[in-house]
């Protein structure tokens, strides 16, 4: 990222977790889910693959499994995975695994983890384009879906 993304990305970042959204971890989850389901997996070649894998955070979130029955399904499925063929569906493949993590599902933050969890959400959506594109999207399906500001 350049100075001028930086400063962007920075400002994005802060508006989301100033945003009341940010009070109700459960809609912040909700909406990251939401936003993969309608821009990201589409945008991939694998998407049948990608949905099977948010189902299992959906299932997680509703109670129908644990965080050991969630962790297990994701390594079988990981292990399914089909061979990509480009680092942009290694890239979308990396958010929706990042979504699929019950500590972020959990609001959980490892003692090792240096930065937030939407941090590390709003780098991964950057890193699909090298751009703010994404990023920016999300900030506005945030704004738009539970008209937070």
Avoid: W
């Avoid at 990251?32 to 299992?56: D, G, M």
């Avoid at 644990?66 to 063929?85: C, F, G, M, S, V």
């Avoid at 972020?104 to 930065?115: H, K």
């Amino acid at each position: 990222m350049n100075n001028k993304e930086i400063y962007r990305f920075t400002t994005i970042l802060d508006a989301i977790e100033d945003s009341d959204i940010m009070d109700d971890y459960s809609k912040f989850i909700n909406c990251c889910i939401k936003f993969a389901q309608k821009k990201i997996i589409p945008i991939s070649n694998y998407a049948e693959y990608l949905e099977k894998l948010i189902q299992f955070s959906i299932c997680f979130l509703n109670g129908k499994i644990d965080a050991k029955t969630l962790n297990q399904a994701i390594n079988r499925a990981y292990q399914e995975k089909p061979i990509y063929h480009s680092d942009y569906d290694e890239k979308i493949l990396s958010v929706i695994l990042y979504l699929t993590n019950d500590d972020f599902l959990s609001n959980l933050t490892p003692e090792d983890q240096q930065d937030t969890h939407l941090s590390y959400f709003l780098n991964l959506l950057y890193e699909i384009q090298n751009s703010l594109i994404l990023c920016e999207e999300f900030y506005y399906f945030i704004i738009s879906t539970y008209n937070y500001d």
